[in-house]
């Protein structure tokens, strides 16, 4: 067993509170979910502003179509972060390397995948949507683009992903900054033909987020080379991409589950914007531009539950699992301090926000009302991330995700479809709040009167 250089934030210094390593590690990674929904913000204002409404329409109603079959590649990083975790908490980095190379291996094939029957179901699935006939053919040639280029970007977001179970938040903060300002660059340049370019229209965005991503991961492979980091991409780490197949049964044991759940996510998001769709294309832009500004909100709570479930792993690896409790506790702590602040200067500059992406006054009254009726809940939501995120560290994925499931399509998609009828397009909204709550409940139960009362050993 070879020792891990500690080069991130870990659990492990007794020289500093749990909270302040906690926060250590959480800043770059709020700020890289920051820097992700702003290069998103950005892209909206682009195509709203500079192409018209039904260029942010066209985007946002792909964005559910996309979400579903990614889903289990959120759940193989998921997974892939607690057995890192627990890897590196032990101090063996072959395992480290080894466990990232499986995951990377499968990442990269699964990509392929994707990217073929994306394409090729994009226009039947879209249709199915409802997507309204006006933005039909923009929202396909984007969603195209999307899955073509799936065979970098997935495998990049996986790497970042390995990155910070090992504690390393920071690397891939750095290179999200380069991604982010390169499509921030490229996408006007695109939809103007500045330098020459073509005009690309809505598929600027997604062109540009490509070229950004594309270079950020050369970049970032070559820097972890030189500095010698422990997931750096080398012989041994080619080697290790051949599957193995112990490593990766594993991975799915923990990240299957947390996929279903992110399927069912994606699904309910499907389910919402074809209630969504029945109100016009000003509904479906005001959806796309409530989710940009959510996506400040929900980002950061799912950061912290995501750095809450790595610290776990880490605890766990090490065998100090009286480090749990700590962890749970400024876990908490840090999602209602945070959120609340976020939640507040939302509710306070809501229209000047919204006024970013929309210019229709029609359009931006009914982004307001909805904005007003879901923000509140996103604080429960991330207390719900950190108990979740600590149950998975330790491998016990089925009830937590059982419970995110039941209260998604039990909850949800229910009380959505049923107040829509009632009180019209508001009603979608007050779902998420009632998912929420729900959810909250039944984790805490799980929780205190089983989880807590077990011990937990590490899985590699």
Known sequence: ????????????????????????????????????????????????????????AAVSAVFPVFFFLVSFLIGI????????????GAGDEHRVKKIAGTVLGATLGLSVIIAA????????????????????????????????TA??????????????????????????????MLSLLFTPAFILGWFGLPHLGVVSAAVSAFLGQGIAFAAMLIVLRRRGHPLRFDREMAGDMRVDWNILWLVMRIGVPTGMQVVMVSLAEIAVISFVNRFGSDATAAYGAVNQVVSYVQFPAISIGIASSIFGAQSIG?????????????????NYIVGGVLITICYIFARDLLGWFIVDRHTLDIADRLLMITLWSYVIF???????????????????TAIGIFSIVAVEVPVAYLLMQRIGLDGVWVGYPAAYVVGLALQLCYYEFVWKRRTHERLV
């Open 382 to 400: 991330g207390n719900s991330a950190v108990l979740s995120g600590i149950m998975r560290a330790s491998g016990d994925v089925v009830w937590p």
């Open 318 to 334: 090490a065998r100090r699992e009286d480090r749990l409790a700590g962890v749970i506790r400024s876990g908490i702590a840090l």
């Open 77 to 88: 990083a998921s997974g892939s972060t607690v057995l890192i975790g627990q890897a590196y």
């Open 151 to 180: 065979p970098v970007v997935f495998p990049y977001f996986v790497y970042t992903t390995c990155l910070r179970g090992t504690g390393d938040s920071k690397t891939p903060f750095y290179f999200l900054i380069v991604s982010t």
């Open 117 to 148: 029957i994306g394409a090729w179901l994009s226009p039947a699935i879209l249709g199915l949507l409802g997507t309204p006939a006006n933005i039909l053919a923009a929202s396909d040639a984007y969603a195209r683009v999307i899955f073509w």
């Open 1 to 56: 067993m070879r020792a891990v250089r500690r080069m991130g934030t870990n659990v492990f210094d007794e020289n500093k509170a749990i909270w302040q390593l906690l926060l250590i590690f959480l800043v770059p990674l709020m700020l890289s979910n920051v820097l992700q929904a702003a290069s998103q913000t950005f892209a909206g204002i682009y195509l709203g502003r500079l192409i018209g409404v039904n260029a942010l």
